[in-house]
């Protein structure tokens, strides 16, 4: 593993019916077969792990994921019409919803429980 930090950090303005500026901090370069965990003030994990042919972007959904505080859930921008998988923390679902208002964003469905992850599976898979 190699963080080559950016000091100061590179900003950029993001949001669409709120600008703010998001700070670049850093580039962490992992190899194969190497993890690392962002950690929240609650204690919440979430893993980003790489192996050879790319990457585990989250430990499992229905299992880690939130036994760590966070609940996996896929949402749709309405104006760029671009899909993206979130984490967001357990207790902080009113601040998520008026978030996805403030940007426009669609909840396609949760993805951290049994019967939402058996229910998506069904539908795609037949």
Not at 43 to 65: C, H, I, M, Q
Not at 72 to 93: C, P, Q, W, Y
Not at 95 to 103: I, L, R
Request: aromatic residues 12%.
């Amino acid at each position: 593993m190699k963080f080559e930090e950016k000091n100061p950090p590179r900003l950029f303005p993001v949001g669409n019916s709120i600008k703010f500026d998001m700070a670049d901090c850093g580039e962490l370069h992992l190899n194969p077969d190497e993890q690392v965990t962002f950690v929240t003030e609650k204690g919440g994990e979430y893993d980003v792990a790489r192996k050879d042919w790319g990457f585990y972007a989250t430990p499992s959904l229905n299992g880690r994921l939130p036994s760590f505080g966070l609940r996996a859930v896929l949402i749709k921008n309405r104006d760029t019409l671009r899909f993206f998988v979130l984490m967001v923390e357990s207790g902080h679902e009113a601040s998520f919803k008026s978030y996805c208002e403030q940007e426009n964003l669609a909840i396609i469905c949760w993805m951290d429980n049994d019967q939402a992850l058996q229910e998506i599976e069904a539908k795609l898979v037949g």
